[in-house]
């Protein structure tokens, strides 16, 4: 096992997980463990520390995106002088962008449309329990997100079994795509070329593209537009349009190669009421 730690000024946990951009982990003694694609680690806070422990330590500090300064990041941000903005960046200033699998991004995401958070974990759960590997962590087991190859050999009707809904069609259509495609061609692309390419898959819309774009490309010129979004859009920038594509390019436009980022601390604040 592996360990190294982070100043928690800018790698606060529970900001990190609980901001709606992963699905895969739980809490466990004092933190949470943390899954994905194949690999586990256990994350937790002691004193000024943020501390990650994990026998791919490599792979979780890039998963953290810790080569990245958050203080510069914000310090950018705030230059567009918008009181919310500077509020969120002060308030979640412990929130990070993760680097997280494309693979497991796109169906995690194709399962989130017009679902709740604790369903879309369960469902998430029950597939990687009956196609994933078991692997162990720390005693105990838990299982890898299948691979497209392993998801594309199930049929609709198992995916509606575990709760997936209408949303069986799509996961069974697009892992049989990506299995014989694979992702990595899309990785050169820049944000809107890849979200144009995302929204050719079965059961991917606007939204799930732009999610998808920036928590398993890590294209920070993705903004992605949900409820939450259309609020803080209305009630915060005075917006009227209605048209969420529209919305969409609003922010785009403002915030460039920062969208994401703003886009997070926006988000995170509002649903938490901070």
Same mark, same amino acid.
């Given at each position: 096992?592996?360990?190294?730690?982070?100043?928690?000024?800018?790698?606060?946990?529970?900001?990190?997980?609980?901001?709606?951009?992963?699905?895969?982990?739980?809490?466990?003694?004092?933190?949470?463990?943390?899954?994905?694609?194949?690999?586990?680690? @256990?994350?937790?806070?002691?004193?000024?520390?943020?501390?990650?422990?994990?026998?791919?330590?490599?792979?979780?500090?890039?998963?953290?995106?810790?080569?990245?300064?958050?203080?510069?990041?914000?310090?950018?941000?705030?230059?567009?002088?918008?009181?919310?903005?500077?509020?969120?960046?002060?308030?979640?200033?412990?929130?990070?962008?993760?680097?997280?699998?494309?693979?497991?991004?796109?169906?995690?995401?194709?399962?989130?449309?017009?679902?709740?958070?604790?369903?879309?974990?369960?469902?998430?759960?029950?597939?990687?329990?009956?196609?994933?590997?078991?692997?162990?962590?720390?005693?105990?087991? @838990?299982?890898?997100?299948?691979?497209?190859?392993?998801?594309?050999?199930?049929?609709?009707?198992?995916?509606?079994?575990?709760?997936?809904?209408?949303?069986?069609?799509?996961?069974?259509?697009?892992?049989?795509?990506?299995?014989?495609?694979?992702?990595?061609?899309?990785?050169?692309?820049?944000?809107?070329?890849?979200?144009?390419?995302?929204?050719?898959?079965?059961?991917?819309?606007?939204?799930?593209?732009?999610?998808?774009?920036?928590?398993?490309?890590?294209?920070?010129?993705?903004?992605?537009?949900?409820?939450?979004?259309?609020?803080?859009?209305?009630?915060?920038?005075?917006?009227?349009?209605?048209?969420?594509?529209?919305?969409?390019?609003?922010?785009?436009?403002?915030?460039?190669?920062?969208?994401?980022?703003?886009?997070? @601390?926006?988000?995170?604040?509002?649903?938490?009421?901070?």
């Amino acid at each position: 096992m592996q360990k190294f730690d982070y100043d928690n000024t800018y790698f606060n946990p529970k900001d990190v997980l609980e901001c709606g951009q992963i699905f895969r982990f739980e809490p466990f003694k004092a933190g949470y463990k943390v899954y994905s694609a194949d690999k586990a680690c @256990y994350v937790y806070t002691d004193k000024s520390k943020t501390v990650v422990e994990s026998e791919y330590a490599d792979y979780f500090y890039r998963f953290f995106d810790l080569e990245r300064e958050y203080a510069a990041v914000i310090e950018k941000i705030r230059q567009f002088n918008i009181p919310l903005i500077n509020r969120a960046c002060e308030t979640a200033k412990g929130l990070r962008l993760l680097n997280q699998s494309p693979e497991e991004m796109l169906f995690s995401f194709i399962i989130s449309q017009n679902n709740n958070i604790p369903r879309i974990k369960g469902i998430i759960s029950r597939i990687s329990r009956t196609v994933g590997e078991r692997r162990e962590f720390m005693g105990e087991e @838990y299982y890898a997100f299948p691979s497209a190859a392993r998801l594309a050999e199930k049929d609709a009707a198992f995916y509606k079994s575990l709760g997936a809904g209408y949303r069986d069609e799509f996961i069974v259509q697009t892992a049989k795509r990506v299995a014989a495609e694979g992702l990595e061609h899309l990785k050169a692309l820049d944000a809107p070329e890849l979200k144009k390419q995302l929204l050719t898959y079965h059961g991917v819309g606007p939204k799930v593209a732009d999610c998808v774009s920036l928590f398993g490309f890590n294209k920070a010129a993705s903004f992605p537009v949900d409820t939450w979004i259309e609020k803080i859009y209305r009630e915060d920038f005075n917006g009227t349009l209605k048209d969420r594509n529209k919305i969409n390019a609003y922010f785009t436009s403002l915030f460039g190669e920062y969208s994401g980022y703003v886009q997070q @601390y926006l988000f995170y604040c509002k649903r938490e009421n901070l």
